[in-house]
């Protein structure tokens, strides 16, 4: 746990550090460097420990996050899993067969050189040669037999040797290969060197009681590298692959090719209207006369007579003009003449007969499962009944309707309920006459919102202008809804409360 720890704290402290160093403040001059990738690269390869004991291949492999801080020199974090063996067998001068297992686990940080990203006859590297140097932690652990120990014990059988936390140094070299702007592939050889009095322990043989000793072990890493290239700008759009693969010149040759594709200045006026015949739409105005910014003849007044043959520049809009771009107005009429057109307006005017049948009048809207009257609702009928006493020959429908729960035969009963109660209040309460109101009802048929579940507009009474049409009889099925309480109405009816 404190490996892993160390690691992923290791390689934050290196991500935080590059970041700053690529979005640090820039300077007051233009940087030809631009914004560009990450490189994100898994590394598989084979592992072996050069020491005491013979080395035996293992297996090696890991994740590392690559950074450019310009085209050759960049970090790069790495962690490694790492598993080899070292065997020694028995010999005159040893009669043992020695043998021993390490298990690695490191990341560290690496500063890496491009050495042939320094020449510039290409827009991109397809090839790199690249140097590295580092340090980091390690924790090991090693699994041994028949290997003398300091103690003078020497066990026969798979001993383990403690996990250790260790600082180590990395170094080595590589080549790289640029498939496409998103994906390379690599070559590299590491080798890691412990720093400590654990330096000589990576095969668990330290050449007790001998002349000679290794003075360290070293884990060697030789591997392969598939690297991709992340990261786009804040706005979305596209950022240069990581530098070490870039001309670090091609900013400064496309500047310098954009400047080379302006056009030469040409102060050159031929018409003399102080606009340069290079941006003059109209390089032969007559003399004299004015022009827009972009050298036409000016037309004031949109007339198609430029100003310099208008003899009224700014004519009235709307009435056409002669030769001169003079406006034709037509002579004013006389008060005489507005009085005629006025009473000849007035002889033939009649106001608009209302129409009784164009009325908007109130929706009455109930609860759920209920036709019972709401005092919310007592200021529509209070406005129904006002129409009908101010208009003694008008008769209307009362439509109920539903919204679309429950069946349809009970949703028609509840319409037929709802219309029903809106009348008999208006009746009672309001002393209107019973065949003044004609009952109809449509159920669920007919909903005002287009919705299957509950809806508020659709439980409703509607009243309309009767046009003819005959009462309604309760249709077949249960009693439904909730009646409306007894006694609850309250306040003066003819106020509508």
Do not use: C
């Amino acid at each position: 746990m404190t490996v892993r720890k160390l690691t992923f704290a290791f390689l934050f402290a290196l991500v935080s550090f590059a970041m700053n160093a690529q979005d640090a403040a820039a300077p007051a001059y233009r940087s030809f460097t631009p914004k560009d990738q990450w490189e994100i690269g898994l590394d598989l390869g084979s592992a072996f420990v050069t020491g005491d004991l013979n080395a035996k291949p293992g297996f090696g492999g890991g994740l590392h996050v690559r950074k450019a801080f310009d085209h050759v020199f960049s970090v790069r974090g790495n962690f490694l899993f790492a598993s080899a063996s070292s065997e020694s067998k028995a010999s005159t001068g040893n009669p043992y067969n020695r043998k021993s297992s390490l298990t690695w686990i490191s990341g560290d940080a690496q500063a890496v050189m491009t050495l042939n990203n320094l020449r510039f006859n290409k827009p991109n590297r397809k090839v790199l040669v690249n140097i590295f140097g580092g340090a980091g932690f390690n924790n090991y652990s090693t699994e041994y037999s028949n290997i003398l120990r300091a103690d003078g014990s020497r066990p026969t059988t798979n001993t383990s040797q403690d996990a250790t936390t260790n600082l180590h140094l990395s170094f080595g070299a590589g080549l790289a290969y640029r498939i496409s702007p998103k994906l390379n592939i690599g070559l590299e050889y590491t080798i890691y060197k412990v720093i400590g009095d654990k330096a000589d322990l990576l095969d668990s043989d330290e050449n007790v009681n001998q002349s000679t000793t290794s003075y360290g072990d070293l884990l060697h890493f030789p591997h392969l590298q598939l690297n991709f290239n992340i990261g786009k700008s804040k706005d979305g759009s596209k950022i240069s692959e990581p530098l070490y693969w870039a001309n670090p010149l091609s900013e400064v040759s496309d500047a310098i090719t954009k400047l080379e594709a302006r056009p030469v200045y040409d102060p050159t006026d031929t018409d003399a209207d102080g606009i340069i015949d290079a941006i003059d739409d109209e390089d032969n105005s007559p003399a004299g006369a004015r022009v827009n910014t972009k050298g036409v003849t000016l037309d004031s007044d949109g007339d198609k007579v430029p100003d310099y043959q208008d003899k009224e520049p700014f004519s009235p809009p709307g009435y056409k003009v002669d030769g001169m771009g003079v406006a034709q107005v037509p002579k004013p009429i006389s008060e005489a003449d507005v009085n005629r057109i006025v009473d000849a307006k007035l002889a033939n005017f009649k106001l608009p007969a209302p129409k009784v049948t164009e009325w908007f009048l109130p929706i009455v809207n109930f609860k759920d499962n209920s036709y019972g009257i709401e005092y919310t609702e007592y200021e529509k009928l209070y406005q129904i009944a006002t129409v009908l006493k101010q208009n003694p020959d008008v008769k209307l429908v009362a439509i109920g309707g539903t919204d679309k729960r429950s069946s349809e035969k009970y949703n028609n009963v509840l319409s037929y309920n709802r219309a029903k109660a809106a009348i008999e209040f208006l009746v009672a309460q309001h002393g209107i006459a019973r065949d003044r109101l004609v009952l109809n009802w449509v159920g669920e048929n007919s909903s005002l919102v287009p919705v299957d579940g509950a809806n508020l507009q659709n439980r409703r009474v509607e009243f309309r202008v009767a046009k003819g049409e005959t009462e309604m009889a309760r249709p077949e099925g249960p009693e439904a809804g909730k009646a409306p309480k007894k006694g609850s109405f309250k306040g003066n009816k003819d106020a509508g409360y």
